[in-house]
Nanobody, 120 residues
Framework: VQLQASGGGLVQAGGSLRLSCAAS????????MGWYRQAPGKERELVAT???????NYADSVKGRFTISRDNAKNTVYLEMNSLKPEDTAVYYC???????????????WGQGTLVTVSS
């Protein structure tokens, strides 16, 4: 399974960006999908996750500003980011849980990361 993330860039504070991450390859069943971020000098942290049935979860720091969604037909997860703040600046990574077959345990995959820079 390969993940291709896109949509990062430079935006002014208060602006918006939409990230996308598409999974491809030998896909059997995708479970939860999510976004994480890592700012310079900090550890990677959870931003948002969404289960296969659409249940979402957000870090407190992004609640009300970010929205995660997924298109199961396209094996793609999105992150709509509004009211961006300079502290949102980070490399954003998508994460996918993939079950390779019935009765098999899920594997975890990470995208290559996309840089989001929010200027003040």
């Amino acid at each position: 399974v390969q993940l291709q993330a896109s949509g990062g860039g430079l935006v002014q504070a208060g602006g918006s960006l939409r990230l996308s991450c598409a999974a491809s390859g030998n896909i059997f069943l995708i479970g939860a999908m999510g976004w994480y971020r890592q700012a310079p000098g900090k550890e990677r942290e959870l931003v948002a996750t969404i289960t296969s049935d659409g249940t979402d979860n957000y870090a407190d720091s992004v609640k009300g500003r970010f929205t995660i969604s997924r298109d199961n037909a396209k094996n793609t997860v999105y992150l709509e980011m509004n009211s961006l703040k300079p502290e949102d600046t980070a490399v954003y990574y998508c994460n996918v849980q993939h079950r390779p077959g019935w009765g098999l345990t899920e594997d975890e995959y990470w995208g290559q990361g996309t840089l989001v820079t929010v200027s003040s």
